[in-house]
């Protein structure tokens, strides 16, 4: 029997141990088997098709398209999953233009940085697939951090639960609106948020690709984040730049109830568990570090299948803890890279990411500890709020695929932690707007 095929019957076998999804299953998932996984069968012929709902009984037939240490977490009674054609994609004509006119000039330097690169999509799918492996992990990465994002996106309402194994209790309204299982919630935090970007703009080619504010020639973007719900940390805000140098620190500027400071972001807070969470700062939207704080290496293709466009306004969970998606599902091509963590001390000893070719969206994140065995599972939502005939004619931030969640699973405790956002939003930022969000006056006083 071929070994991917042997790892699949071994995934399988384990569902009767995870039970209703439980965490105990998911430990013996080592970075060598999922290796062994990945380098399988990378495409194997589907046994369902497009319409058709999948459930609990299905789970074999979706063995071969979700990685086995995930596998477990999908196996409780009531567990659907809508099939949905894979839809194509497409980012909006500026963005497109500006990847033809300067893709080809792109290059990964020798310590792994982006060299020449201008706005749009650094590499096309066929650089990558060209390119020696270890440049073509880096192409990944950097096309993964300069994705169509327009000027980046908004949020008045984003969510934080704090879930662990349980009868679902500590609920809300809001909870209530997106956790429709299991689960006891610990800890709801809600903040607002924005990210603007201010450099390599496919929308600013008449301005050098820049947003006409200071810093614009330093700084890719800037983070405005202020909670507002618990009472406690209601109030507490702050401002992460940027650089558009690779090996520079983040700075922070942050407004707390007791005191103001500015100071440098360490690559160990980064590692650190944002704010006691199951995710680290680097793990939102899958990966939100700096590309040299890693080594990349580049493992190939694979079909996963995982939620792509989220079918409404709104994510939903389901499931014993939950934390599984209660939507539609798309089978579609992933690269494989992995990143290891020049910090010796980092909490995951290495990840393995599995990036839509198509889109550069992280799909799922795979952390593995420092003995390589499987950590955490980590997977994001976004929503494709047009068809793609309807791109060509309309404006840029209708485009924009719109952050809808993120989820962390500690397959090894069973803990979670869910983010969801209400009325993601990608706005038509003007300078003067944006100069007013980042002042020293709106952090201490809220927008």
């Keep these: 029997m071929h070994r991917s095929a042997l790892l699949v019957t071994a995934a399988l076998a384990a569902l009767s141990v995870a039970g209703a999804g439980g965490a105990a299953a998911n430990e013996g998932w080592s970075y060598a088997a999922t290796l062994d996984w990945i380098q399988g069968e990378r495409f194997p012929t589907p046994t369902f098709q497009p319409g058709e709902t999948l459930g609990r009984g299905d789970l074999p037939r979706m063995a071969p398209f979700v990685p086995p240490g995930f596998l477990p977490q999908l196996d409780f009674q009531g567990f659907v999953a809508e099939i949905q054609a894979p839809r194509t994609l497409v980012a909006h004509p500026l963005y497109e233009s500006a990847s033809l006119a300067y893709g080809r000039q792109t290059e990964i330097g020798a310590d792994g940085r982006l ?50 194994p349980g009868t679902a209790t ?65 109030g507490n805000t702050f401002v992460i730049e940027r650089s558009l140098d690779p090996l520079e620190r983040d700075q922070v500027n ?26 680290t700062l680097d793990d939102f939207e899958g990966f939100s570090g700096r590309v040299l704080d890693y080594e990349w290496v580049y493992h190939g293709e694979r079909d996963l299948l995982y939620v792509a466009d989220v079918r409404g306004d709104h994510a939903v969970f389901f499931g014993p803890s939950s934390h599984v998606p209660w939507d539609r599902w ?24 599995f990036v839509d070719v198509e889109t550069s969206i992280i799909a799922m994140k795979l952390m593995f500890d420092q003995r390589d065995q499987l950590l955490k599972v980590l997977y994001p939502l976004y929503r494709w709020p047009l068809r793609p005939e309807q791109v060509a004619t309309a404006a840029p931030r209708e485009t924009v695929p719109l952050f809808q969640a993120n989820v962390a699973i500690n397959v090894q405790t069973g803990a979670s932690g ?21 002042s020293v006056t709106n952090l201490s006083s809220g927008r």
């Design 115 to 164: 060299l020449h690169y201008v706005a749009g999509r650094p590499f096309s799918a066929e650089r990558v697939r060209d390119a020696p492996a270890d440049r073509a992990a880096y192409q990944i990465a950097w096309n993964y951090i300069y994705r169509w994002q327009h000027y980046g996106y908004a949020s008045d309402a984003v969510h934080f639960a704090f879930l662990r």
């Design 254 to 279: 942050s407004y707390l109830a007791t005191e103001r400071r500015v100071r440098r972001l360490s690559p160990k807070e980064r590692a650190d568990r944002f704010v006691g969470s199951e995710f």
């Design 330 to 353: 798309q089978l579609r091509r992933c690269f494989v890279v992995e990143q290891r963590p020049h910090l010796s001390e980092h909490t995951y000893g290495r990840t393995l990411l």
């Design 418 to 438: 869910v983010v969801w956002s209400v009325g993601t939003e990608i706005p038509d930022v003007k300078p003067s707007e944006v100069r007013r969000l980042f």
């Design 170 to 234: 500590g609920r809300n309204a809001d909870t209530d609106a997106a956790l429709r299982g299991g689960g006891i919630v610990e800890r709801h935090l809600i903040e607002r948020f924005q990210r603007v970007y201010l450099s390599h703009l496919a929308v600013e080619a008449e301005n050098d690709h820049q947003l006409d504010v200071e810093g614009a020639g330093s700084l890719h973007y800037k983070d405005y984040l202020s909670f507002t719900h618990p009472f406690e940390v209601r």
